[in-house]
């Protein structure tokens, strides 16, 4: 991505309205050969993808800042079904690879379980922005072992990808009305802006 990229990602500049993220920082388009190794990451049972993914992060302007500048570093949560299916959450890789990677500089805390899907949506791929929202309304919900923690926080989401950000989206409204002071995120891949 361009170095001079602005502070949310493709899907969050097209998006109108206010949005609980406040900033989004991906390391690649969402396109060839990124999209066959996520694949291969996700669905294929290859988490070592993780530290070559989160070296790609790092390079993403602003990721320095926005590490440096949250308290908690938090994964998009799976579903239980998903992550049984999966046996890991690749998410959850990401955010240990970041940390390992940025130990000396980045005084974060990872939190695997900050948040929790506590319903099971449908699949998102083949649904439009607006479906995509409603179908993962009142999904994400904090975990209420961590609610003290999130209360005041600048909360860092990390995913592997963002298409539409309605995921990120949804789980920034679940961190704020838990009172996280502000939510950004950090992405592997995101699609670029049409």
């Known amino acids: 991505m361009p170095s001079d990229m602005p502070s949310q990602c493709g899907a969050c500049l097209t998006r109108p309205g206010t949005s609980a993220l406040q900033a989004c ?3 690649v388009d969402y396109a060839y050969p ?3 190794l996520i694949a291969r990451f996700k669905f294929q049972g290859e988490p070592g993808w993780a530290s ?3 070296c790609r992060m790092l390079q993403a ?3 320095i800042t926005l590490l440096s500048q949250s308290d908690l570093l938090v994964p998009v ?3 239980a079904a998903r992550l049984a299916e999966r046996g890991y959450n690749q998410a959850w890789e990401l955010v240990k690879a970041l940390k390992r990677l940025c130990t ?3 005084a974060a805390q990872p939190v695997a379980d900050a948040l929790v899907r506590v319903i099971e949506a449908p699949d998102q791929h083949h649904l439009t922005r607006e479906r995509r929202l409603r179908n ?3 999904v994400f919900a ?3 072992w961590h609610a003290s923690r999130l209360s005041g926080a600048h909360v860092l989401l990390v995913d592997d990808v963002t298409t539409t950000g309605a995921t990120l989206q949804a789980a920034a409204q679940a961190l704020c009305q838990a009172g996280a002071e502000r939510v950004s995120a950090l992405v592997f891949a995101c699609t670029p802006p049409r």
Do not use: C, I, K
């Open 136 to 138: 993962l309304h009142g």
């Open 77 to 79: 949560p799976l579903t």
């Open 104 to 106: 000396a500089t980045v």
């Open 34 to 36: 990124w999209d066959g």
């Open 61 to 63: 302007p602003r990721s």
């Open 52 to 54: 070559q993914f989160a």
């Open 142 to 144: 904090p975990h209420p």
């Open 25 to 27: 920082a991906a390391a």
